[in-house]
T-cell receptor
Framework: KAGVTQTPRYLIKTRGQQVTLSCSPI?????VSWYQQTPGQGLQFLFE???????NKGNFPGRFSGRQFSNSRSEMNVSTLELGDSALYLC??????????FGSGTRLTVV | DQQVKQNSPSLSVQEGRISILNCDYT??????FLWYKKYPAEGPTFLIS?????DKNEDGRFTVFLNKSAKHLSLHIVPSQPGDSAVYFC??????????FGAGTRLTVKP
């Protein structure tokens, strides 16, 4: 099976802009979760989608949003970017089992 | 709120010795615990897990111990190898599939 694919791998944006990140889960996986990784904060949970519905949400401002399509692909959007949004954004897909499979992430730099 | 805590941001051990990585959690609704390993520029990869009905799970050089009463788990690596040098994330999953991660511990195994 192909792994979890995240695009783009790297992104540089200016403060105030918006950005959309994409995640294609492993075929057959219906759950997609998004995480933000920053030094010292570890992996912070953003949200989880299951069958096109947001199932769980972390403690991030409304500028962070997401959606999932009928083919389970997911997108994450961040509007009005701030310098503090610079991070590695990781997507993980999971099956009814217990583990998550992560993509390689999108490195977002806000300048 | 940090429901999963890894209080040691870094750990350095000599090759051949034991590495012990610790993790504490606060939410008693967590019923499944996982350890992930992350190399630079890659997404985290699943390492080992343990269900809340067990207190130990072993897989080769890796053993995870769970102390439910103390809400504490640990990962033991014996013997440690230089290739084990990475960031290790502890994760805990609740019954509703909500998964939270610790901040990670950077393990360095010196030859």
């Amino acid at each position: 099976k192909a792994g979890v694919t995240q695009t783009p791998r790297y992104l540089i944006k200016t403060r105030g802009q918006q950005v959309t990140l994409s995640c294609s889960p492993i075929s057959g996986h219906r759950s997609v979760s998004w995480y933000q990784q920053t030094p010292g904060q570890g992996l912070q949970f953003l949200f989880e989608y299951f069958s096109e519905t947001q199932r769980n949400k972390g403690n991030f401002p409304g500028r962070f949003s997401g959606r999932q399509f009928s083919n389970s692909r997911s997108e994450m959007n961040v509007s009005t970017l701030e310098l503090g949004d610079s991070a590695l954004y990781l997507c993980a897909s999971s099956d009814p089992g217990y583990g998550y499979t992560f993509g390689s992430g999108t490195r977002l730099t806000v300048v | 709120d940090q429901q999963v805590k890894q209080n040691s941001p870094s750990l350095s051990v000599q090759e051949g010795r034991i590495s012990i990585l610790n993790c504490d959690y606060t939410n008693s609704m967590f019923d499944y615990f996982l350890w992930y390993k992350k190399y630079p520029a890659e997404g985290p990869t699943f390492l080992i897990s343990i269900s809340s009905i067990k207190d130990k799970n072993e897989d080769g050089r890796f053993t995870v111990f769970l102390n439910k009463s103390a809400k504490h788990l640990s990962l033991h690596i014996v013997p440690s190898q230089p290739g084990d040098s990475a960031v290790y994330f502890c994760a805990a999953r609740a019954y509703n599939n909500d998964m939270r991660f610790g901040a990670g511990t950077r393990l360095t195994v010196k030859p």
